[in-house]
């Protein structure tokens, strides 16, 4: 089965300043899709960015990047410039493209709380 | 379209009573997921449908829930005889699969359980 760990429960940052969310996954599959969504309090889940496996160019969108390193199976979200906005809950998550156990749902990590100080 | 929507959001119940959720996901979306969180700790999968069809259930989802969607738009999720540990946010989320291509899943609001 695929797992998903953050190991940041909090996390902190001052405003305009840069920040980066650690998390690692385990699985035996070779085609996914890894994901970071983030969770405002009392609000909806929505994606911030996902990066295909295949692809080794790591995504990038807007001030939202990752830094991903598949023989490691680590997969960090890194937030530039940050802003008050980007206070939420940020999960990690995979998801299996290719057949199998995993096709179709999504494997979250526990979750890292992100506050951002002005 | 304003996206996925749930009904309700909020739901007190006794313990041992039943309830029933409902989802609508956004329109033409053929693929509907089920989630459960507890607090603080992130969204595990229950099952999901491909329009009516429902092709996978987890091992969290016990003979105490059922879930449908009787004509591949909305879907309901029962929990008979409710029990404290069924205390949990209910996650909805939509997608559209077509053929081998990447599919986004687009979350709804929630519905938060509370069992007395």
């Known amino acids: 089965a695929q797992t998903v760990t953050q190991s940041q429960p909090e996390m902190s940052v001052q405003e305009a300043e840069t920040v980066t969310l650690s998390c690692t996954y385990d699985?035996?599959?070779?085609?996914?899709?890894l994901f970071w969504y983030k969770q405002p309090p009392s609000r909806q889940m929505i994606l911030v960015i996902r990066?295909?496996?295949?692809?080794?160019q790591n995504a990038t969108e807007n001030r939202f990047s990752v830094n991903f390193q598949k023989a490691a199976k680590s997969f960090s979200l890194k937030i530039s410039d940050s802003q008050l906005g980007d206070a939420a809950m940020y999960f990690c998550?995979?998801?299996?493209?290719?057949?199998?156990?995993?096709?179709?749902?999504?494997?979250f990590g526990q979750g890292t709380i992100l506050t951002v100080h002005p | 379209d304003t996206g996925v929507s749930q009904n309700p959001r909020h739901k007190i119940t006794k313990r041992g009573q039943n309830v029933t959720f409902r989802c609508d996901p956004i329109?033409?979306?053929?693929?509907l997921y089920w989630y459960r969180q507890t607090l603080g700790q992130g969204p595990e999968f229950l099952t999901y449908?491909?329009?009516?069809?429902?092709?996978?259930k987890s091992r969290l989802l016990s003979d105490r829930f059922s879930a449908e969607r009787p004509k591949g738009s909305f879907s309901t999720l029962e929990i008979q005889r409710t029990e404290q540990g069924d205390s949990a946010m209910y996650l909805c989320?939509?997608?559209?699969?077509?053929?081998?291509?990447?599919?986004?899943?687009?979350f709804g609001p929630g519905t938060r359980l509370t069992v007395l």
């Open positions: 989320a939509s997608s559209f699969r077509r053929g081998s291509s990447y599919n986004e899943q687009f």
């Open positions: 329109s033409e979306h053929n693929r």
């Open positions: 699985t035996s599959e070779s085609d996914y899709y």
């Open positions: 998550a995979y998801r299996g493209n290719a057949g199998g156990t995993s096709y179709g749902k999504l494997t």
């Open positions: 449908f491909q329009n009516e069809a429902q092709l996978e």
């Open positions: 990066q295909e496996a295949y692809k080794q």
